[in-house]
């Protein structure tokens, strides 16, 4: 209930400041530092640090997952975003009595698209992407079982490496809130392709820069940056 009020006010704030600008129209774009004309090619670059992730992955999984994210986005011809984002993560999960203890880091590349078209020459931008992601971890599985006559847990450890791959569908806002601080969010439908599990080998339940391992999940980032 918490983590969902959370999304809820986070989402109405920047909606409400991007609805703000909609009554502004702007015929150049500009930063707070640099003005670039509409028929430049190219119109800036962001660097956004995600808190939205590290907090709700802290706080949902009780400090046992910690994730730090970084997003680096191009604007070119006022509408098209290439973007690359890259993180690390330090997880401890427990699923079907086994538990996984891994760190690993993850990059996405993608692009995103300008939906906004009242005010493309501004800032502010309603944002629709597609990205492909990656992660490598080194992780550490301990399969517990009890044995029917003693009852006494018995553990087996194996330290593997694991990479994974999906690709994700994502929506978002990008806005202006000062000068060239910027401040967004983004909600993330992923669908995983590395999903055929050996039998005999224990996975980590924790993708780093996915989630949990599941066909498909879903993610929210609450970013906030700068321009330049």
């Not at 500009?30 to 190219?42: L, N, P, S, W």
């Not at 538990?99 to 501004?122: E, H, P, T, V």
């Not at 990008?174 to 224990?202: C, E, H, I, Y």
């Amino acid at each position: 209930m918490k983590r969902g009020a959370l999304i809820i006010l986070t989402l109405w704030f920047t909606c409400f400041l991007y609805a703000e600008d909609l009554s502004h129209d702007s015929l150049h774009y500009a930063d707070g530092t640099k003005i670039y004309a509409d028929t430049a090619v190219y119109q800036g670059t962001q660097i956004k640090l995600d808190l939205g992730t590290f907090a709700l992955e802290a706080i949902s999984s009780l400090g046992k997952v910690w994730s730090t994210e970084v997003a680096v986005s191009v604007r070119f011809k006022n509408r098209f975003y290439p973007t690359f984002e890259t993180g690390y993560v330090h997880a401890g999960t427990t699923h079907d009595s086994i538990q996984s203890a891994g760190q690993g880091a993850f990059m996405r590349l993608g692009m995103d698209i300008n939906g906004l078209r009242k005010n493309i020459y501004g800032p502010n931008a309603f944002l629709v992407g597609i990205r492909a992601g990656t992660a490598l971890q080194d992780y550490v599985a301990t399969d517990l079982r009890l044995t029917d006559a003693s009852q006494i847990a018995q553990a087996s450890q194996q330290h593997r490496f694991r990479c994974d791959a999906w690709g994700e569908i994502v929506v978002g806002c990008n806005v202006q809130v000062w000068a060239g601080l910027m401040m967004g969010w983004s909600v993330r439908m992923k669908f995983l392709f590395t999903t055929k599990v050996p039998s005999d080998t224990p996975l980590p339940y924790y993708i780093p820069g996915y989630g949990y391992r599941e066909n498909m999940a879903w993610g929210i980032n609450y970013y906030i940056g700068y321009k330049f």
